[in-house]
């Protein structure tokens, strides 16, 4: 069939499951159906880059890098809302309309006020063109490919009248993907996100769209624009952007006076948590578009609309007890655990959820609040998901029933001492080597996928491990033997069920872990030193560190100023490298792993691969690759004499297009005439 055909067909279809799929919750295809086509799609569009439509869904798995968002100017200028927190300013903002209005009749509509990033996205005969942030309301960033990725925006649309146009929305990461995204992060060592409206910002920044579409980002649209009068009301605008294939959040309603919109409000005021996302009050738009006109705005914010903002909820609680959480590094946490005024154990419900538990953070923060055991506290959930304790009622105190809040000086798990460095806020067990949550941590974040990737293991596992004497440090993992295994078993009961669950090791699940083990003997540097838990050496510092360095023993050697010369590497980290080398026993601990065969030096993943075939050569690769992640393909261009450029000129001797290229490198390339090779053909240069 014709190539350009066959493209055409296979990415209206694909986009049609997509939108059954991500709107409709109908499968329409099986997984294995569906992925077989994006494949073909995928091949014809490498061999054809120059047919790949512009909303295509292979767009949608990202691929792209942006170094530098193009900042551009909005068609029309993103507004704000002005603000209101109580029901009498919202009874003055109805007031000015109905006087704006001069007796006309009006509606309202309410929707929910969405805690995200606002998006601005255009359309172009019908094919979406360009996602863009707000920025300054008049400027905003180009974030295009990133927006691309949202599975339930669709990419071609038929409005009726003119295929021109722009659609407002909100960009948000649900909670679902953004506590996945975080339980990753703090596992691989790198900072989490405080709460989902910061982590959806981010994202929407990455420089990798690839990155972006595993974080799995979505939005609610909530407006539509365009030069030509499409839609009498925004009511009509909602109902047919949802026809159209939209996401429009569904609890948006029509209100014929300000008595109705204070009782959504009222409404949704609890409701509003059983949502993907945040939300921080309601917005109140005038339903008629003409009458939009006739009131206009000031110089800020329109005057046919307003928000409502809710206040973050806050109960009473009684302070319990404090207790004491030890975590991988011996980090120390207090926990405030609360309860009712009945102290029945039931915990107070806010904002949605049961509360029982609040994190304190810190001794400071125990210190700042005054807290006492026993005190009635304020608890408030605002848009973090972890509530907060905000303050003390302190005319409920009673000095008698009430204890002083006395910090430990000894790890609440292994007895160790604990101790405060000058200028942190937390306090840490000393007793690394012998405390049960830092040796299990310590495990637990070796075998993490970014590290040593051992999947055959996991927390019970490891536990079962620790509890046996099997493990008690991550040497021990390289001494285990089927007959050490084969047999062990442990009943878990889950503390909030009750249900019972048994793990047991039969032959498979021992010849797993054993080869998994093996395997791991296999894992680059930057990996094992990321796996060996150097504080504040996580996944990216490692890298940087490995690829400086080269080795264990260089890093090991290097003095203070030395470690500061490698990239991105400051005074904390610099300062904890060295007190790691230092100890002792962490020496006899790095001996032992390469003892047992693990890689600690750079040079073996490149050295095969050395020449001098491309020396004078400049390179770009787009795309992915089949024997090569980016960061390998770099390498083994420069190992062989040639040498990676940023962008595409006229001075480019070879664009290597792999799997899913982007089309602007690849148009670039055609233009200026650069030669374009595929990964075969690289490789065919090396040999
Ligand atoms: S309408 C002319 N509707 O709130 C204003 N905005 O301060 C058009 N927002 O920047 C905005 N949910 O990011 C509108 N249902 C909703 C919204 C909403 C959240 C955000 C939006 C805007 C800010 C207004």
Same mark, same amino acid.
């Given at each position: 069939?014709?190539?350009?055909?066959?493209?055409?067909?296979?990415?209206?279809?694909?986009?049609?499951?997509?939108?059954?799929?991500?709107?409709?919750?109908?499968?329409?295809?099986?997984?294995?159906?569906?992925?077989?086509?994006?494949?073909?799609?995928?091949?014809?569009?490498?061999?054809?880059?120059?047919?790949?439509?512009?909303?295509?869904?292979?767009?949608?798995?990202?691929?792209?890098?942006?170094?530098?968002?193009?900042?551009?100017?909005?068609?029309?200028?993103?507004?704000?809302?002005?603000?209101?927190?109580?029901?009498?300013?919202?009874?003055?903002?109805?007031?000015?309309?109905?006087?704006?209005?001069?007796?006309?009749?009006?509606?309202?509509?309410?929707?929910?006020?969405?805690?995200?990033?606002?998006?601005?996205?255009?359309?172009?005969?019908?094919?979406?063109?360009?996602?863009?942030?707000?920025?300054?309301?008049?400027?905003?960033?180009?974030?295009?490919?990133?927006?691309?990725?949202?599975?339930?925006?669709?990419?071609?649309?038929?409005?009726?009248?003119?295929?021109?146009?722009?659609?407002?929305?909100?960009?948000?990461?649900?909670?679902?993907?953004?506590?996945?995204?975080?339980?990753?992060?703090?596992?691989?060592?790198?900072?989490?996100?405080?709460?989902?409206?910061?982590?959806?910002?981010?994202?929407?920044?990455?420089?990798?769209?690839?990155?972006?579409?595993?974080?799995?980002?979505?939005?609610?649209?909530?407006?539509?624009?365009?030069?030509?009068?499409?839609?009498?009301?925004?009511?009509?605008?909602?109902?047919?952007?949802?026809?159209?294939?939209?996401?429009?959040?569904?609890?948006?309603?029509?209100?014929?006076?300000?008595?109705?919109?204070?009782?959504?409000?009222?409404?949704?005021?609890?409701?509003?948590?059983?949502?993907?996302?945040?939300?921080?009050?309601?917005?109140?738009?005038?339903?008629?578009?003409?009458?939009?006109?006739?009131?206009?705005?000031?110089?800020?914010?329109?005057?046919?609309?307003?928000?409502?903002?809710?206040?973050?909820?806050?109960?009473?609680?009684?302070?319990?007890?404090?207790? +004491?959480?030890? /975590?991988?590094?011996?980090? @120390? *946490?207090?926990?405030?655990? %609360?309860?009712?005024? !009945? #102290?029945? &154990?039931?915990?107070?419900?806010?904002?949605?959820?049961?509360?029982?538990?609040?994190?304190?953070?810190?001794?400071?923060?125990?210190?700042?609040?005054?807290?006492?055991?026993?005190?009635?506290?304020?608890?408030?959930?605002?848009?973090?998901?972890?509530?907060?304790?905000?303050?003390?009622?302190?005319?409920?105190?009673?000095?008698?029933?009430?204890?002083?809040?006395?910090?430990?000086?000894?790890?609440?798990?292994?007895?160790?001492?604990?101790?405060?460095?000058?200028?942190?806020?937390?306090?840490?067990?000393?007793?690394?080597?012998?405390?049960?949550?830092?040796?299990?941590?310590?495990?637990?974040?070796?075998?993490?996928?970014?590290?040593?990737?051992?999947?055959?293991?996991?927390?019970?596992?490891?536990?079962?491990? +620790?509890?046996? /004497?099997?493990?008690?440090? @991550? *040497?021990?993992?390289?001494? %285990?033997?089927?007959? !050490? #295994?084969? &047999?062990?078993?442990?009943?878990?009961?889950?503390?909030?069920?009750?249900?019972?669950?048994?793990?047991?090791?039969?032959?498979?699940?021992?010849?797993?872990?054993?080869?998994?083990?093996?395997?791991?003997?296999?894992?680059?540097?930057?990996?094992?030193?990321?796996?060996?838990?150097?504080?504040?050496?996580?996944?990216?510092?490692?890298?940087?560190?490995?690829?400086?360095?080269?080795?264990?023993?260089?890093?090991?050697?290097?003095?203070?100023?030395?470690?500061?010369?490698?990239?991105?590497?400051?005074?904390?980290?610099?300062?904890?490298?060295?007190?790691?080398?230092?100890?002792?026993?962490?020496?006899?601990?790095?001996?032992?792993?390469?003892?047992?065969?693990?890689?600690?030096?750079?040079?073996?993943?490149?050295?095969?691969?050395? /020449?001098?075939?491309?020396?004078?050569?400049?390179?770009?690769?787009?795309?992915?690759?089949?024997?090569?992640?980016?960061?390998?393909?770099?390498?083994?261009?420069?190992?062989?004499?040639?040498?990676?450029?940023?962008?595409?000129?006229?001075?480019?001797?070879?664009?290597?297009?792999?799997?899913?290229?982007?089309?602007?490198?690849?148009?670039?390339?055609?233009?200026?005439?650069?030669?374009?090779?595929?990964?075969?053909?690289?490789?065919?240069?090396?040999?």
């Amino acid at each position: 069939m014709n190539p350009a055909k066959r493209i055409s067909e296979l990415t209206e279809k694909l986009n049609y499951y997509n939108q059954r799929y991500y709107m409709d919750s109908v499968s329409e295809i099986s997984d294995q159906d569906f992925d077989l086509l994006l494949k073909e799609l995928e091949s014809l569009e490498n061999q054809h880059p120059d047919l790949k439509l512009p909303e295509s869904p292979t767009h949608r798995v990202g691929g792209t890098i942006t170094k530098n968002f193009a900042s551009v100017e909005h068609r029309y200028p993103m507004l704000s809302l002005a603000n209101t927190y109580n029901e009498q300013e919202l009874i003055d903002f109805d007031e000015r309309v109905k006087k704006g209005l001069n007796g006309e009749a009006y509606e309202y509509i309410c929707e929910l006020k969405f805690d995200g990033i606002s998006l601005s996205m255009t359309y172009e005969n019908s094919i979406f063109v360009r996602g863009v942030t707000r920025g300054d309301g008049v400027r905003g960033d180009d974030i295009t490919n990133n927006v691309k990725t949202i599975k339930t925006l669709p990419l071609k649309v038929a409005v009726p009248r003119g295929g021109t146009f722009e659609i407002r929305g909100e960009g948000f990461l649900p909670y679902s993907s953004f506590e996945k995204m975080n339980a990753d992060a703090e596992a691989a060592g790198e900072e989490s996100y405080a709460n989902a409206r910061n982590a959806a910002s981010g994202s929407f920044k990455l420089q990798d769209s690839g990155e972006v579409a595993r974080r799995g980002l979505d939005a609610y649209v909530y407006q539509f624009l365009s030069d030509e009068e499409v839609f009498t009301t925004h009511e009509e605008s909602l109902i047919a952007l949802k026809n159209l294939g939209f996401n429009v959040s569904p609890t948006w309603q029509k209100c014929t006076d300000i008595q109705s919109v204070i009782e959504y409000i009222k409404l949704w005021d609890e409701k509003r948590y059983s949502l993907p996302l945040a939300t921080d009050g309601i917005v109140i738009k005038l339903n008629s578009i003409a009458q939009r006109a006739e009131l206009g705005y000031t110089a800020k914010n329109p005057r046919w609309a307003i928000a409502y903002k809710y206040k973050a909820e806050s109960k009473p609680a009684i302070l319990k007890a404090v207790t +004491y959480q030890v /975590g991988r590094t011996g980090a @120390i *946490t207090p926990v405030a655990e %609360l309860d009712n005024d !009945k #102290l029945n &154990g039931k915990g107070i419900h806010l904002s949605g959820t049961t509360v029982k538990r609040a994190s304190l953070h810190n001794a400071n923060e125990i210190e700042r609040l005054g807290l006492r055991i026993g005190d009635t506290v304020f608890v408030e959930k605002g848009g973090e998901i972890i509530p907060k304790v905000t303050a003390v009622d302190v005319s409920k105190r009673d000095m008698l029933s009430t204890q002083e809040i006395v910090y430990p000086t000894t790890c609440p798990e292994c007895g160790g001492q604990l101790t405060r460095k000058e200028g942190e806020a937390n306090h840490y067990c000393t007793n690394e080597k012998g405390c049960p949550p830092q040796i299990r941590g310590r495990i637990e974040h070796f075998i993490h996928r970014k590290a040593m990737n051992i999947d055959s293991l996991g927390e019970g596992k490891i536990e079962l491990l +620790y509890d046996k /004497g099997l493990v008690n440090d @991550i *040497t021990d993992l390289y001494d %285990l033997t089927y007959e !050490k #295994l084969f &047999g062990l078993e442990k009943v878990i009961e889950d503390e909030l069920t009750g249900k019972i669950r048994k793990i047991g090791f039969k032959e498979k699940t021992v010849q797993n872990i054993l080869e998994g083990i093996e395997k791991s003997k296999q894992a680059p540097f930057k990996q094992v030193l990321f796996g060996i838990g150097i504080r504040y050496v996580g996944a990216t510092v490692a890298e940087k560190l490995a690829s400086f360095f080269k080795n264990i023993d260089n890093i090991k050697n290097a003095d203070y100023e030395t470690l500061r010369t490698a990239p991105e590497i400051g005074d904390k980290i610099a300062q904890s490298i060295g007190e790691y080398f230092q100890n002792e026993e962490n020496q006899i601990f790095i001996e032992r792993l390469r003892l047992a065969g693990l890689q600690f030096s750079a040079q073996d993943e490149v050295k095969e691969f050395e /020449g001098d075939q491309l020396t004078g050569k400049t390179f770009l690769y787009t795309g992915t690759f089949v024997n090569f992640e980016r960061e390998a393909l770099e390498q083994k261009i420069e190992a062989n004499g040639g040498k990676v450029v940023s962008g595409v000129s006229g001075k480019l001797d070879f664009l290597i297009v792999g799997e899913k290229p982007g089309a602007s490198k690849i148009q670039k390339a055609q233009k200026l005439n650069v030669r374009m090779i595929s990964e075969e053909e690289f490789m065919a240069m090396l040999a």
